[in-house]
């Protein structure tokens, strides 16, 4: 979906960030409805929220610097903060919007990082992007794969917001072009990811397992998430831990929070049946009592801006996915090593079987997986684009439809430029 096509913040949407404006540099958290930010600290305090049973917080709790405060609050105290935001921009939008006490068109917004956040664990969840990788690697899908969500712990120091540029790193590797030894160097093959980044609200103390039936009340809300990869360093380092320095170069998100109430209008099955079957913690039995896995329709896309060309290189959507976001969670925690609020995880890359009418696989979420000659896209192979070079940008984006209404709504956009590394 195109996001010229209408706005992906309506007021079906409401999504939360944390901003700052020229006027005011101090981040406070927002919310954002059609082309304009909405300063939420300013709302409270002119009393938009009072009354709120559980709502208060010293100093307020739309004054704090990152939404973990508000994240943190029970279920039902957010609905009605939001059943309140969703009256007054419905009723008395000229109050609110046409006023700069509070507004700020989005163009004058610096947004940051929005979640205080202490662990971040990315997924390998796709099949297809798995039967990819192990073709790549000439091996075997693991047993385990089919068993468990695949995952590994990665580090929050990577994490960026949307717009921050991100510099190719240097680390160690064999160029076979320069000689068989092993050399520290700017990585050549230099790759996006897309993911979906998942931000979760309470949380679970460390020793309790979270059952399936309770995952949906621990996420806050969804992300575009861009895992940069340097393959070359990856595949290097990989044997026998996993990746390392090939990931961490940054981790990009989109800065809007999309909340799980506004998803629930595009609540949905998963596309894909799982065999064997689920274990017994990783099972879901969906509303209305049927067997299934319930996952979010979110279609997705990727762009490479390339000396001012764009290329469409990825279209896909969430519910595509092998293993479901509340079946990482559940995995997450399952051996009870706790869940707290502001974690981030990724749902791993967002690769499907998607193909466009020639007949080529648009549903490729990274370039690692066209390598492969099946997966050649010719809009890139013409211009001879096989992975990132300095001076792209990486442009993600996400939508959805509220089927309650048949309005669309979206994530809007994570960007990234890639920067030259750094001379060693």
């Known amino acids: 979906m195109s996001s010229t096509s209408t706005t992906p913040f309506p007021i079906d949407n409401l999504p939360y960030g944390v901003i700052s404006t020229p006027e005011n540099p101090t981040p406070r958290c927002a919310t954002v409805l059609e082309s304009n930010a909405i300063d939420l600290s300013a709302l409270e305090r002119e009393g938009y929220f009072d009354g709120i049973p559980g709502f208060q917080a010293e100093g307020g709790?739309?004054?704090?610097?990152?939404?973990?405060?508000?994240?943190?609050?029970?279920?039902?105290?957010?609905?009605?903060?939001?059943?309140?935001l969703t009256t007054q921009l419905a009723e008395n939008p000229d109050d609110i919007v046409a006023n700069p006490k509070y507004a700020t068109p989005l163009q004058r917004v610096t947004n940051h990082f929005p979640m205080d956040t202490r662990n971040f664990s990315d997924f390998y969840c796709s099949l297809e992007h798995t039967q990819n990788?192990?073709?790549?690697?000439?091996?075997?899908?693991?047993?385990?794969?089919?068993?468990?969500?695949?995952?590994?712990?990665?580090?929050?120091?990577s994490l960026r917001v949307s717009g921050?540029?991100?510099?190719?790193?240097?680390?160690?590797?064999?160029?076979?072009?320069?000689?068989?030894?092993?050399?520290?160097?700017?990585?050549k093959r230099f790759d996006f990811e897309l993911e979906v980044g998942i931000f979760l609200s309470h949380p679970l103390p460390?020793?309790?397992?979270?059952?399936?039936?309770?995952?949906?009340?621990?996420?806050?809300?969804?992300?575009?998430?861009?895992?940069?990869?340097?393959?070359?360093?990856?595949?290097?380092?990989?044997?026998?831990?996993?990746?390392?320095?090939?990931?961490?170069?940054?981790?990009?998100?989109?800065p809007w929070i999309v909340t799980t109430e506004a998803l629930g209008g595009a609540l949905c099955g998963r596309a894909k049946g799982q065999d064997p079957s689920p274990l017994g913690h990783l099972s879901w039995v969906g509303n209305g009592g049927v067997p299934g896995q319930e996952t979010w329709d979110v279609e997705l896309g990727v762009r490479?801006?390339?000396?001012?060309?764009?290329?469409?290189?990825?279209?896909?959507?969430?519910?595509?996915?092998?293993?479901?976001?509340?079946?990482?969670?559940?995995?997450?925690?399952?051996?009870g090593e706790g869940l707290s609020t502001g974690d981030i995880f990724g749902t791993g890359t967002l690769t499907?079987?998607?193909?466009?009418?020639a007949g080529e696989n648009t549903g490729i979420a990274c370039l690692l997986?066209?390598?492969?000659?099946?997966?050649?896209?010719?809009?890139?192979?013409?211009?001879?684009?096989?992975?990132?070079?300095?001076?792209?940008?990486?442009?993600?984006?996400?939508?959805?439809?509220?089927?309650?209404?048949?309005?669309?709504?979206?994530?809007?956009?994570?960007?990234?430029?890639?920067?030259?590394?750094?001379?060693?």
């Open 206 to 254: 460390p020793g309790e397992i979270l059952n399936i039936a309770d995952a949906k009340d621990h996420i806050f809300g969804l992300v575009i998430l861009n895992d940069w990869s340097a393959r070359d360093i990856q595949v290097f380092e990989m044997p026998p831990l996993g990746p390392f320095h090939g990931k961490g170069a940054g981790t990009s998100i989109s």
């Open 61 to 84: 709790i739309f004054s704090q610097p990152t939404l973990n405060t508000f994240a943190a609050l029970p279920n039902a105290t957010r609905k009605q903060v939001r059943a309140v």
């Open 369 to 424: 997986e066209r390598q492969l000659p099946q997966n050649k896209l010719t809009t890139l192979t013409a211009d001879g684009i096989a992975y990132l070079e300095d001076g792209d940008e990486v442009v993600m984006d996400g939508w959805c439809v509220n089927r309650t209404t048949g309005r669309k709504f979206g994530f809007g956009e994570c960007r990234g430029v890639v920067l030259p590394a750094l001379e060693v």
């Open 133 to 157: 990788c192990s073709a790549l690697l000439n091996s075997a899908i693991p047993e385990n794969w089919f068993f468990i969500p695949s995952v590994y712990n990665g580090r929050t120091s």
């Open 352 to 357: 499907s079987a998607r193909r466009n009418a």
């Open 164 to 187: 921050t540029p991100v510099r190719r790193p240097n680390g160690v590797f064999r160029d076979t072009s320069q000689g068989s030894s092993p050399k520290f160097q700017p990585s």
């Open 304 to 335: 490479i801006i390339r000396n001012g060309k764009s290329y469409t290189v990825t279209e896909t959507n969430l519910n595509e996915l092998y293993w479901t976001p509340y079946q990482q969670l559940v995995h997450l925690a399952s051996a």
